[in-house]
């Protein structure tokens, strides 16, 4: 069973993590409602990576016999003055995601609590990976500002984002891949 704080840390992550997909749904619609496909396409996915990680927590915490709380979450931020500020705030919401993920595993260890520090390592390596792609994504952003079409261009010729696809060593997702 993994350490009361732990879990309880665990519950309010659940929350941040829908909160994140809420806010990329957000960011998805902006975009899609200034005809820019790919950028909405782009958050349309990290709002599903967002609700799968979500889903990660409530698994393990199944897995471990720990009590699971589906928490309500605030309303995301809507209406943007321009194509910088939604990416911006994503940016902004990576970094603080970052930070709670890191001070669960903190938890984790300071708690004695081997198999969730364990569990918590694929997310801290995760965070890497978004913090990463989403301030490249600012930087080509604030480069095409003038003309977002090139932003929709660099998504359609690169690899970019990757979100949803099932990563080997992930943790299990409660419902599966739904």
């Known amino acids: 069973m993994p350490a009361p704080a732990f879990v309880d840390a665990l519950n309010e992550q659940i929350a941040h993590e829908f909160a ?10 902006y975009y899609d409602g200034e005809t820019l496909p790919r950028l909405a396409q782009f958050f349309y996915a990290q709002a599903l990576e967002e609700r799968g990680h979500a889903l990660k927590m409530v698994q393990y915490l199944m897995d471990q016999d720990a009590d699971v709380v589906i928490p309500a979450v605030a309303a995301p931020k809507n209406g ?15 970094k603080r995601v970052t930070d709670q993920i890191a001070n669960l595993a903190r938890i984790a260890r300071e708690t004695g609590d081997y198999q969730s520090e364990q569990f918590m390592q694929w997310f801290l390596k995760e965070q890497v990976e978004e913090v990463s792609s989403m301030s490249d994504l600012l930087t080509t952003v604030k480069r095409s500002q003038a003309n977002p079409l090139w932003v929709e261009e660099f998504l359609a010729r690169e690899s970019f984002g990757g979100g949803g696809e099932a990563e080997a060593g992930a943790p299990p997702t409660a419902g599966g891949d739904v």
């Open 20 to 29: 994140a997909s809420q806010q990329y749904v957000a960011v998805a619609v």
């Open 80 to 94: 943007f003055g321009d194509i910088v500020e939604p990416v911006q705030v994503s940016l902004e919401q990576e």
